[in-house]
């Protein structure tokens, strides 16, 4: 494992460092064969899509991380803070109590927290489309599956359509 993930790193490295260099050109051709996932998946990986943020269960704590990096939401929560301490001890007096500064950062940060909820919501989905999304099954006449081929495109902006994964002929996605 170690010996891989270190010859992993020595040709991502050698792979930065030619791509910086004057006259570099990536090949034209990859040919990656079906059906021996065992030799290719250490080389390519999965191609699961995640652009979702949170998960259940780190929802909350997360969302509030986030809302509290904002000054005006910390500023408010200190706020607070001093006028409970001005309410339950005789350190100072204050005019208003803390509940009228508590009770509007909670509406804004849930209302915020909502908004993101339903952001996340949005991604979750669009990466559950997007990772169940089928492909084309290079089979032969045999039956056996055939190697896939990947060619550079050749429209100006050198873009590639990327297979996400294959639905075999029973339904089941492979990666």
Do not use: W
């Not at 490295?13 to 570099?24: D, M, T, W």
């Not at 009228?100 to 927290?113: A, C, D, W």
């Not at 359509?161 to 639905?167: H, N």
């Amino acid at each position: 494992m170690k010996a891989r993930l270190r010859e992993l790193v020595d040709s991502l490295s050698q792979a930065l460092i030619n791509c910086c260099r004057p006259g570099y050109q990536e090949p034209a051709n990859r040919t990656v064969p079906l059906g021996k996932s065992s030799s290719v998946a250490g080389v390519f990986g999965n191609n699961y899509l995640k652009t979702s943020k949170y998960s259940l269960l780190t929802f909350v704590p997360l969302a509030l991380f986030e809302q509290f990096r904002k000054a005006g939401n910390v500023y408010f929560l200190c706020m607070a803070m001093l006028m409970l301490v001005g309410m339950y001890t005789d350190v100072f007096q204050t005019p208003i109590t803390a509940y009228t500064t508590l009770v509007p950062l909670s509406i804004v940060l849930v209302i915020s927290m909502g908004q993101e909820a339903l952001a996340d919501t949005r991604r979750h989905r669009a990466d559950r489309e997007v990772n169940n999304r089928g492909a084309v099954l290079l089979m032969s006449a045999r039956g056996t599956i055939a190697a896939l081929t990947r060619r550079a495109s050749a429209s100006p902006q050198g873009s590639t359509k990327v297979v996400p994964r294959v639905r075999a002929a029973g339904g089941a996605l492979s990666d």
